[in-house]
């Protein structure tokens, strides 16, 4: 399995959209489990990492490294 790369305030997409029509998720949180906040309607859910590595698409927009 592909081990993808993210980070903290990473912009994704998943492989599902949100139902309010955006696909672009900001990864707010970073830990056992990660959570994301959907940029279309600020909605946010926490995953686990494992679940979060199969259901990430791809990285839209990288975070600055700070
Ligand atoms: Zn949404």
Same mark, same amino acid.
């Given at each position: 399995? #592909?081990? +993808? =790369?993210? %980070? $903290?305030?990473?912009?994704?997409?998943?492989? +599902?959209?949100?139902?309010?029509? !955006?696909? !672009?998720?900001? @990864? @707010?949180?970073? %830990? *056992?489990? @990660?959570? @994301?906040?959907? #940029? %279309?309607?600020?909605?946010?859910?926490? $995953?686990?990492? !494992? =679940?979060?590595? +199969?259901?990430? /698409? /791809?990285?839209?927009? /990288? !975070?600055? *490294? #700070?």
């Amino acid at each position: 399995m #592909e081990m +993808k =790369e993210f %980070g $903290l305030h990473d912009i994704v997409e998943m492989k +599902k959209g949100h139902p309010c029509g !955006a696909n !672009a998720w900001k @990864i @707010i949180r970073m %830990g *056992a489990d @990660i959570r @994301i906040k959907c #940029e %279309g309607c600020q909605h946010s859910v926490m $995953l686990p990492r !494992a =679940e979060f590595n +199969k259901k990430m /698409k /791809k990285v839209l927009v /990288k !975070a600055e *490294a #700070e």
